[in-house]
């Protein structure tokens, strides 16, 4: 599996973007698929996360604002991000775990998100 990160760009603060994250392989293949994100100086921190089955989990700083969905039908998982904020300004990561123990994790090679009036 690969995966292709887009979406990113500059917006103001309380705007909104849309990630999208397009996996070149299978999702059947993937057990989890999450977005991480790394600020400038900061460790890479897990924002919002969706497994096989569907259940979602969020960083506490992304509830209520940040939404996570897939589109299986287009190998593809989204990003919804409103409301944003200057401290979400980072470059954002897909990632995935693949659904067998042997296979490595796959990074997306990452988009940046700027908020910034």
């Known amino acids: 599996v690969q995966l292709q990160a887009s979406g990113g760009g500059l917006v103001q603060p309380g705007g909104s973007l849309r990630l999208s994250c397009a996996a070149s392989?299978?999702?059947?293949?993937?057990?989890?698929l999450d977005w991480y994100r790394q600020a400038p100086g900061k460790q890479r921190e897990l924002v919002a996360a969706?497994?096989?089955?569907?259940?979602?989990n969020y960083a506490d700083s992304a509830k209520g604002r940040f939404t996570i969905s897939r589109d299986i039908a287009k190998n593809t998982v989204y990003l919804q991000m409103n409301s944003l904020k200057s401290e979400d300004t980072a470059v954002y990561y897909c990632?995935?775990?693949?659904?067998?123990?042997?296979?490595?994790?796959?990074w997306g090679q990452g988009t940046q998100v700027t908020v910034s009036s």
């Open positions: 990632h995935a775990e693949s659904i067998f123990a042997w296979a490595p994790e796959v």
């Open positions: 392989g299978s999702f059947s293949q993937i057990n989890v």
């Open positions: 969706i497994t096989k089955g569907g259940s979602t």
